[in-house]
């Protein structure tokens, strides 16, 4: 069993930079893939990026890629998501997830076992 809590969400003004955190309880962390996801109004909720349990694997959505890092601390059952160059479009609900699948993937399905409550990121000048 694990829980997830969010933290760093906040305002920003566009090309700025946020990064979110994932604190997660549990004694079973290192098995687990992790995910960022989000939702904005309106819209169906995304996978933007995600880290293997290992943490040699990471893969971005495409309106990702380039922008936002994923990284993962095992010591301190901690997942990071580097928000950079942060535009409009990226206002949503974003969420943290974790997937207890092969130690060397991840990938953006919807059948995430564990889900965080969710922090706002709200982009606007």
């Known amino acids: 069993q694990l829980q997830l809590v969010e933290s760093g969400g906040g305002w920003v003004q566009p090309g700025g930079s946020l990064r979110l955190s994932c604190t997660v309880s549990?004694?079973?962390?290192?098995?687990?893939?992790m995910g960022w996801f989000r939702q904005a109004p309106g819209m169906e909720r995304e996978g933007i990026a995600c880290i293997s349990a290992s943490g040699g694997t990471t893969n971005y959505a495409d309106s990702a890629d380039g922008r936002f890092t994923i990284s993962r601390d095992n010591a301190k059952n901690m997942v990071y998501l580097q928000m950079d160059s942060l535009r409009p479009e990226d206002t949503a609900v974003y969420y943290c997830?974790?997937?207890?699948?092969?130690?060397?993937?991840?990938?953006?399905?919807?059948?995430?076992?564990?889900w965080g409550q969710g922090a706002q990121i709200t982009v606007s000048s």
């Open positions: 549990g004694n079973t962390f290192e098995e687990y893939a």
């Open positions: 997830a974790a997937d207890r699948t092969v130690r060397t993937m991840c990938n953006f399905w919807p059948y995430y076992d564990y």
